[in-house]
């Protein structure tokens, strides 16, 4: 049988003080309520000796408070996402809070059942990449007077805290990149998703080879198509289109898979075609070639969203914060100048 939790009562019956006392000295609060320095210590002391640790669920259900902040992502083993978590935890701990790392899968059931397992937990604030159809859920949360910051991608018309990158201005930047070096028959991989920064990376390719009259060749893959599914897709795309000269992936995930049906299937295209990738990782930097690169400002981010939720969480203002940041084109061998015809 588990032995029982000591509780602030057991603490105060033990050194016969009252419940408040011990409540007030636990909570930082003794010097404050001018209980004495001896008094404070015994506290302290055998708070220490029975290995005393608060009831975070009681404790929030009677402040309504629980010092927690949720960051639910896609997929938190994503090195992007992973990273940028490494950063909010650091950020929030100083201040004093904890996270909770979590996956929605992009599945809206998921979404769903997770938001209400943290809202029956006091959960203080929530930083959220949301499934496509999590918008109803996300507006409840609103609603309730709960801090929510979305991030990556937002709805259109609902009024709330985002943070993002210029995803279509950086792709257009790096778009023109390729054809600056030369190439002229650019494909472009990407997820068949209504998600707003998926459509406005591919409207950043799509204008930048209509500016100079190149064809639009895009792949557009199911968001939950396994791996298997994905790369079968690209070998027939590669395949199907082998007037190809470069591809853009507009994912990490993708510009994964994508090298290995290159080196499996296609061993000459990793140093004949330009490639590109939106989202950098370690990976790509040691690759070979090395991959070139749209990198999103992680710290920038980490710590905008912290700013932002310490605000919200601090003055409870209603003022609404939407932040468009700028990435970072990383020029690697990739993306060299294409060698002409015959060399």
């Known amino acids: 049988m588990r032995p029982k939790r000591p509780s602030i ?19 930082g609060k003794g010097p404050e309520m001018r209980i004495s320095e001896e008094v404070t210590q015994r506290v302290l002391s055998y708070a220490k000796e029975v290995n005393y640790s608060p009831n975070r669920l009681a404790q929030s259900l009677r402040t309504g408070k629980s010092n927690i902040i949720v960051f639910m992502v896609e997929d938190i083993s994503n090195p992007f996402f992973a990273r940028l978590a490494r950063i909010i935890e650091v950020i929030a701990y100083r201040k004093g809070y904890k996270v909770i ?9 998921h979404t769903q059942e997770l938001l209400q397992v943290f809202r029956d937990q006091q959960v203080t604030g929530y930083i959220i990449i949301p499934s496509a159809g999590a918008k109803k859920q996300i507006q409840a949360l609103l609603e309730a ?14 009024e709330t805290n985002y943070v993002v990158i ?9 778009t023109r990149h390729l054809i600056g070096n030369g190439y002229r028959d650019i494909g472009f991989v990407t997820l068949d998703t209504s998600q707003t920064q998926m459509l406005d990376r ?75 990738t939106f ?16 990198a999103q400002p992680l710290e920038e981010i980490g710590h905008k969203l912290m700013e932002i939720m310490l605000e919200l969480l ?22 060299r100048p294409k060698a002409p015809r015959g060399v």
């Open 9 to 27: 009562k057991d603490i105060a019956s033990r050194l016969n003080v009252s419940v408040t006392t011990v409540s007030f000295v636990l909570n």
């Open 101 to 109: 790392f979590c996956s929605n899968e992009n599945d809206d059931r």
């Open 145 to 158: 007077g709960i801090p929510v910051i979305l991030f990556d991608r937002y709805f259109p018309g609902l």
């Open 166 to 174: 210029d995803n279509e201005n950086a792709t257009y930047r790096a």
């Open 202 to 276: 591919l409207k950043g390719y799509k204008k930048a080879v209509k500016e100079v009259r190149l064809k639009s060749r895009v792949l557009k893959l199911p968001y939950r198509a396994d791996a298997p599914e994905g790369e079968s897709c690209m070998r027939g795309f590669f395949e199907a289109h082998p007037e190809l000269d470069a591809v853009f992936f507009a994912t990490n995930y993708l510009t994964q898979q994508g090298l290995l049906v290159m080196r499996e299937h296609f061993p000459g295209k990793l140093t004949d075609w330009g490639i590109m």
């Open 279 to 294: 989202d950098d990782t370690e990976f790509f930097r040691i690759h070979t070639p090395s991959i070139s690169a749209v």
């Open 314 to 335: 601090r003055d409870g203002k209603e003022t609404v914060h939407q932040v468009v940041l700028k990435a970072e084109l990383r020029e690697r061998d990739s993306s």
